[in-house]
């Protein structure tokens, strides 16, 4: 599977981004689909991630209330809505297909880079 992420970008704090993700190939109905990110020297965390179905969703308690995941798993595809971002929110975000920990993940997207000046 691969995983393309768009939607990174420039913006000020209290503003707003989406990101999406398509995956090339429908993912395993029992797998779900996240978003991680990583600042500069910093490990990779976990944001945020959406059971198959989409009825179960879980958040990092940094971005809980202030950004939403989706899927639409028609278009093989995840999104990452981001309001009220602020400077720390700054890191490369990756599209992920596996669980809450990076041990966890089976496959990642490339990257995409969200800077949030202040």
């Known amino acids: 599977v691969q995983l393309q992420a768009s939607g990174g970008g420039l913006v000020q704090a209290g503003g707003s981004l989406r990101l999406s993700c398509t995956a090339s190939r429908r993912t395993f109905a029992t797998t779900g689909m996240g978003w991680f990110r990583q600042a500069p020297g910093k490990e990779r965390e976990f944001v945020a991630i959406i059971s198959w179905s989409g009825s179960i969703t879980s958040y990092a308690d940094s971005v809980k209330g202030r950004f939403t995941i989706s899927r639409d798993n028609a278009k093989n595809a995840v999104y990452l809505q981001m309001n009220s971002l602020k400077p720390e929110d700054t890191a490369v975000y990756y599209c992920?297909?596996?669980?809450?920990?990076?041990?966890?993940?089976?496959?990642w997207g490339q990257g995409t880079q969200v800077t949030v000046s202040s």
């Open positions: 992920s297909v596996g669980g809450t920990t990076a041990q966890d993940i089976r496959y």
